[in-house]
């Protein structure tokens, strides 16, 4: 029996391909799909076997790759050798060389969960956020419809106030419906309808009349029949036209009497109705129709069909379908529900289908593709009817807890919408019955209301109207080819574990997700990490076993990899405050984004799990919200605000060194306690809430600073004590780059890396020779900085170091940036608020995107950068452009002038080469040894002293070689044998005879001449040993041989 759990056996089950045996799959496209998804359940029973052990029930056997490789080719014939190991290589993720039953059916049912988010996004609508339109009506909205003549929507309300809507749901203008004949005070409309064919609206009246209007620009509502003497109030109609002849029409009517009456127009485009020959000749004039006359078949251009199945219960809703050639009402009676009056060719009689249904009904839809009728229950269920079959629906969804409101089907997708008085909105896949999506929560909150659903499919706009309240849910369109995202919500940060070799990224949905940076694989995911509230930023300890996480509601928390919280730290105090980074030291960390102090967490304090801030010594040293900050060790701390003043920290004493800042002259006192709170909150700030703001929002808001800034990076790498260079960068809403000297206090180079979109962020690399940027719109720039800013000059430097390459990796604005060295070679790692992380190269080549269905292998990384030697070999590398599945724009950015790229001088492959200069010169190699044997500690700036190497060597005058000419060669050489030969030949004899064995075997060894002298000391302590040890033995077993004889 198996010890499987019952999900995994279940989810295990929904890949299996149901033949009993286990023949070979066949054709093309069969072959090409990767083995674990031709797999069925019954080679999974084989492989379960396989793993279990010898006598026993338990599945805990281990398989090495070449076991698993052997066995399963063998005993599952599904896949060769090399797909098995293929196979076992995405199941191992930590290499360790063996795998169990456990973490086969682990990596199967990540498999199949990520297979059914794709599937969810293929299938499921995604929706914008609900949408609260301009309130224009003052009673309840009794209809919404869209008018592809006037390319607008119409809604109405009770009192007769029409209102129309362009398509970007802007109002355009709104008409009251009144005439001479009509009151105001006395409308109460129940139901409209559009004749698109004849460009008109049919609306119902309380007053037991139909008016037949024209919507003009200039006239309004321009009534031109009225339809009167029913027997009962109209309360909901519904049009139908022939596409392929307008003049056939059919409008079908309910009223309160339960009554369904239908007027089939025969010349709809002529004239609705005929019009007496006494009338005026003026069209425009409103011309009374009596019901009966229509009945009596007074009008030749029309004719009459009804029914009164539904008794004395007022119908709720009416259609006709002309696939069927049917009229679908329905009522809130349990009897005679659901009524299908099918038409009988060349014949006004009626054929009826009753379907009852207990409580009744509110309303319906019906799909022609399905043949099915949804109707929206007042006993909270949703039933699925065969218009054939009468006894039994063919589906019931429940769900709802209260009466369902109304139902519509999305055709194209093959699922239903519902909506309930528990003002739940919910998605029904009708293939498998069940919800796959709910909506609440966003609805206005009364005790009753009247509502009104309408999806209008082309566009994918959903209104829902609540009384007076009419409120929009916007489907997200799709392209061509569907977006590759790797977050459900907009990613907010990124992290590079060099450790695991994992990506770890986090979104504001509170989810955290890890990937393989070898594959792209998703490997973990947890969610719900700071309840509701936004994760904003992310970091690492110094160990990279510990992941911090900050959230909108003001608390960092620390987890292990396996979803353990260890800590929550109260940074905002019990309070909702943005987080915008988290800098962890080695005794400190330190909390930043909404105030001007620093809030700090001393780890020896780390004792309980809820742990308050401390003090921070420095005080208040901002003017603005401090934003960002930067380390470099030892000891310089750097902050950064929203008001573009950066103050560097002593962060051993925590006092304030110097304050840097394009306006000086502030001081530098710390302010008191007193100040602090009279201090008024500035009122341009840019927050860590950087995510949800785009290009366009940027240039019309006034929330954001200009000379904020995002991103501190410190360039480790110099030594400005001897180059008196730039040390510190800078960039921020401006879309300005910086590079400061943080020992003259002074800014050493200036320039605009974006230009026009707002805010940027930045990073660099360990070795500090590229800084990457990246801005609202997508876009990221690739800068050559390892010669830039390295020495002091006498002025400012404003032109941009060399550009080496810009292109757009995504369709939204970048929050964060990384970099990470595999296969050394370097990769840029860039999160958007497009839901996607996006690895490329140094060059800007994408090599994919993470949680795309191909997983790469970063092994076969071919750098794009040539040689000098290799050049023709671009084509190749161009390749893995060509196969990414991302969609880049490169090289071409918006024009502007300080944009423009500047080409490198050197060859960038030679990167790593330059990197180990220093370490092979003699020089380079004294002075290691020298400061091993110094020993110090060091100071404030202890890099590497002395100008970089590759500047030293590249000032040197290299010339080209000369050619040589034709050298006589000396005459011993030409003819050796005049001088060397009888030495040679006598040499050549004395070679040839070689030493018997005897003679070698009797040979003297001089093992001294051979082996140092440390190795033969060992070999010698190691025999005295063997020898005290041997000695010992033997006089223990003498002893016990004395014995034996004694005895």
């Known amino acids: 029996m198996s010890n499987k759990p019952l999900e995994q056996r279940k989810a295990m089950a929904n890949i299996a391909d149901q ?45 090495t790759r070449e076991e698993f490789m052997d066995k399963m ?17 995405k199941i191992d993720l930590n290499r360790d060389g063996v795998i169990d039953w456990d973490k086969l059916t682990s990596f199967v049912l990540l498999e199949l969960y990520e297979r059914d988010e794709r599937t969810k996004l293929s299938v499921i609508p995604q929706w914008k956020d609900l949408q609260l339109l301009q309130v224009i009506h003052k009673e309840a909205v009794q209809n919404v419809l869209f008018l592809k003549s006037h390319a607008s929507y119409l809604t109405v309300s009770r009192n007769g106030l029409l209102g129309l809507w362009g398509e970007s749901l802007k109002l355009q203008r709104t008409v009251q419906i009144t005439s001479e004949v009509m009151k105001v005070k006395d409308l109460w409309v129940t139901s409209l309808v559009a004749l698109p064919n004849v460009n008109k609206v049919a609306v119902a009246f309380t007053s037991k009349e139909v ?33 392929h002849d307008g003049n056939d029409a059919i409008l079908t009517m309910g009223d309160v009497c339960g009554q369904v009456q239908a007027i089939a127009f025969n010349t709809a485009q002529i004239s609705l109705f005929e019009r007496p020959s006494s009338s005026p000749e003026d069209e425009n004039m409103m011309m009374t129709v009596n019901w009966k006359e229509l009945v009596s078949g007074y009008h030749k251009c029309c004719h009459t069909l009804r029914h009164k199945l539904h008794g004395k219960e007022w119908v709720r809703q009416v259609a ?32 009826m289908t009753t379907f009852h249904i207990t409580q009744g009904v509110n309303g319906f839809d019906f799909h022609s593709r399905l043949n099915l009728i949804a109707t929206a229950g007042i006993n909270c269920r949703v039933c699925l009817w065969n218009p054939y079959v009468t006894s039994k629906p063919a589906g019931t969804l429940e769900g709802h807890s209260d009466s369902v409101i109304a139902v519509q089907f999305i055709m194209e997708r093959k699922l239903l919408f519902s909506f309930a008085k528990d003002r739940v909105l919910r998605i029904w896949d009708i293939q498998h019955q069940l919800c796959v999506q709910r909506i609440t929560g966003s609805f206005p909150k009364s005790i009753d209301f009247h509502s009104v659903l309408y999806f209008d499919e082309p566009h994918g706009h959903l209104f829902i109207s609540l009384n007076n309240q009419l409120m929009l849910l916007e489907m997200e369109q799709e392209s061509g080819n569907r977006k590759v995202t790797s977050h459900r919500k907009a990613v907010t940060c990124i992290l590079y574990n060099s450790i695991f070799k994992q990506v770890i990224s986090s979104d504001i949905g509170s989810t955290v997700i890890f990937w393989l940076i070898d594959t792209g694989q998703k490997i973990k995911e947890f969610t719900g990490c700071h309840g509701n509230a936004e994760i904003s930023t992310m970091a690492l300890d110094g160990t990279e076993t510990r992941l911090l996480t900050g959230g909108t509601d003001g608390t960092v928390k620390v987890w292990d990899f396996n979803g353990h919280c260890h800590h929550k730290l109260n940074a905002g105090r019990d309070r909702a405050v943005e987080i915008s980074q988290i800098l962890v030291l080695s005794w400190t960390i330190l909390v930043l984004g909404w105030d001007r102090l620093i809030t700090v967490f001393r780890l020896n304090n780390l004792t309980q799990f809820c742990v308050q801030p401390s003090e921070w010594k420095g005080g208040v040293q901002h003017q603005d919200d401090i934003l960002c900050a930067a380390f470099l060790p030892p ?33 530098l006192k710390p302010s008191t306690g007193s100040q602090m709170q009279q201090n008024v909150a500035p009122t341009g700030r840019l927050s860590s809430r950087r995510h949800i703001l785009s290009a366009a929002d940027y240039n019309s ?30 960039c921020g809403g401006a879309a300005c780059v910086r590079f400061w000297n943080t020992q003259r206090s002074s800014l050493l180079a200036e320039f605009e890396a974006h230009g026009g979109v707002g805010p940027i962020i930045m990073t660099t690399e360990k070795q500090n020779q590229y800084l990457i940027t990246g801005d609202l719109v997508g876009w990221i720039k690739i800068w050559d900085i390892e010669d830039y800013c390295f020495t002091l000059g006498e002025n400012m ?165 000369k050619e040589t000419t034709d050298i006589n060669e000396l005459n ?76």
């Open 211 to 243: 008016y037949f209007a024209e919507l003009s620009s200039k006239q309004g509502f321009s009534c031109q029949y009225k339809l009167q003497g029913f027997e009962g109030i109209v309360m909901c109609m519904d049009y139908w036209y022939n596409p």
């Open 797 to 961: 430097i404003t032109q941009p170091p060399p550009l080496i390459r810009s292109f757009q990796a995504h369709d939204d604005g970048i929050t964060s940036l990384g970099t990470c060295i595999e296969n050394n070679c370097l990769f840029i790692l860039s999160s958007s608020t497009d839901c996607s992380i996006v690895l490329s190269d140094i060059s800007g080549i994408p090599f994919g995107i993470f949680g795309q269905e191909g997983h790469w292998r970063i092994g076969n990384y071919v750098p794009s950068f040539p040689s000098k030697e290799n050049k023709s070999k671009n084509e190749e590398t161009n390749d893995i452009k060509k196969n990414s599945p991302v969609s880049f724009v490169e090289d071409n950015p918006p024009p502007h002038p300080v944009e423009q790229a500047v080409p490198a001088t050197e060859d960038e492959n030679d990167y790593t080469d330059m990197a180990n200069v220093w370490d092979n010169t003699i020089l380079g190699k004294s002075y290691k040894e020298k400061k091993a044997q110094k020993g110090r500690k060091g100071i404030l700036f202890n890099r590497i002293a002395g100008i970089k190497p590759t500047v030293v060597f590249r000032s040197l005058k290299i010339e080209a070689l």
């Open 320 to 351: 006709y379908n002309s696939s069927l050639d049917v009229f679908i009402s329905v009522s809130t009676s349990s009897t005679n529900t659901l009524v299908l009056a099918w038409r009988e060719k060349l014949s006004p009689h009626l054929t």
């Open 635 to 667: 000891q310089t701390l750097a902050t950064a605000s929203s008001g573009g003043e950066i103050v560097v920290w002593n962060n051993s004493t925590e006092n304030a060194c110097i304050k840097l800042c394009l306006n000086p002259g502030r001081s």
């Open 972 to 1047: 011993f050489l030409v003819h050796p044998g005049k001088y060397f030969g009888e030495k040679l030949a006598e040499k050549r004899s004395e070679d040839l005879k070689l030493p018997t064995l005897s003679a070698t075997l009797k040979a003297a060894f001089d093992e001294k001449n051979l082996f140092p002298k440390e190795i033969l000391d060992r070999g010698k302590k190691s025999r005295q040993l063997c020898e005290e040890m041997c000695n010992k033995v033997v006089v223990t077993n003498e002893g016990k041989q004395v014995k034996l004889k004694r005895k």
């Open 701 to 730: 808001s006034e929330a954001e600073n200009r000379s904020a800034i995002t991103r501190l990076c410190f360039l480790e790498t110099r030594n400005i004590s001897a180059t008196g260079g730039a040390n510190l960068v800078s």
């Open 19 to 63: 033949s009993p045996n286990g023949t070979k799959d066949s054709g093309i496209a069969r072959s090409l799909e990767q083995l674990e998804n031709r797999l069925t359940i019954h080679d999974f029973r084989k492989m379960q076997e396989l793993f279990k052990v010898p006598g026993s029930k338990e599945n805990k056997r281990m398989m």
């Open 73 to 89: 080719s063998a005993e599952v014939r599904r896949g060769t050798k090399e797909e098995y190991g293929e196979l076992f290589n």
